[in-house]
């Protein structure tokens, strides 16, 4: 697992495929690691002559952490006050980049899922010239007239959880709950799967506070519709009709932005990657990579 040192932070990253293929670039979500993106889903794309690239972004995983700056002050960010914040979303797309630099990568496909989506919107509208194409996944345009997240799933985000280094079975329960409550409701809920995912990160690197400075950075970072606007490599948004943080009007509302986007809508998925929509996904970024649009729907 090599360590590489880009902007400024030191980002834990791995690979699957021969060096020499066609590099795809995945970007996780957050407060979650690379790990997210599994191996299975990793393996079936390298699989097809790509160089698939996962890494930990700063404040996950065992990439730098961020735990010094404690946590944003959400009461000031309601009271529509900007908070201070240790970095923004524009920070984490300069280490995505900085990644690929180290890499000796001049271009890639990207690849985001939910706060990952919207890092690489920001690489795809800055750096034009090192975006292949775009794979915005169950993200969002920052749109603010766009439906909330249900209450209950909100409720979640915003509460505390349990610190695992002195209650780790109750911040196992309670990341499950909230696994739980994000799912396709029309899948059988892998409990087992989800708990051995959980337990991995915590052996991994768990950073106190993490997930709300990552919710501080989408926070403050607004409406991207006007760099959405800017974008010119081929775009794809992927997203579930399900999705109880991040509606479909998201997924739709981001497509519309970008001009000739692709809108893949995958009928039941939720605000996760369950396995059995692996192939629809995989199958479209393959598109993406080899040049042809995606069909609408799945």
Request: hydrophobic share 45%; aromatic share 4%.
């Amino acid at each position: 697992m090599p360590i590489i040192q880009a902007n400024g932070v030191e980002l834990a990253s791995d690979s699957f495929g021969e060096a020499d293929a066609t590099p795809v670039l995945l970007i996780a979500g957050l407060g979650t690691q690379r790990i997210r993106w599994t191996a299975p889903f990793c393996q079936d794309l390298a699989a097809r002559r790509l160089r698939v690239i996962r890494f930990d972004n700063r404040d996950s995983g065992q990439s730098t952490s961020f735990s010094h700056a404690g946590t944003p002050d959400f009461a000031a960010m309601m009271a529509g006050r900007k908070p201070l914040i240790p970095y923004t979303l524009e920070d984490m797309a300069a280490d995505a980049l900085g990644l690929l630099e180290a890499l000796d990568i001049e271009r890639a496909h990207v690849v985001g899922r939910s706060m990952g989506g919207m890092i690489a919107q920001i690489m795809a509208s800055s750096h034009p010239e090192r975006v292949l194409s775009l794979t915005s996944i169950m993200a969002s345009s920052g749109n603010p007239r766009l439906p909330a997240p249900e209450p209950d799933v909100m409720a979640m985000m915003m509460g505390p959880s349990p610190d695992p280094r002195v209650d780790e079975a109750g911040y196992v329960a309670h990341c499950l709950r909230f696994a739980r409550q994000i799912a396709a409701p029309c899948l059988p809920f892998d409990e087992p799967g989800q708990c051995a995912l959980i337990l991995e990160e915590l052996r991994c690197g768990w950073h106190p506070g993490a997930a709300a400075r990552q919710m501080a950075a989408i926070a403050t970072d607004g409406d991207r519709r006007e760099r959405l606007a800017e974008i010119t490599a081929p775009s794809l948004v992927i997203h579930g009709t399900a999705d109880p943080l991040f509606p479909l009007p998201h997924g739709e509302d981001t497509a519309a932005a970008i001009p000739g986007a692709c809108l893949l809508a995958i009928k039941g998925m939720g605000h996760d990657l369950a396995r059995p929509f692996h192939a629809a996904i995989t199958d479209a970024i393959i598109q993406m990579v080899q040049g042809t649009k995606p069909v609408r729907g799945s």
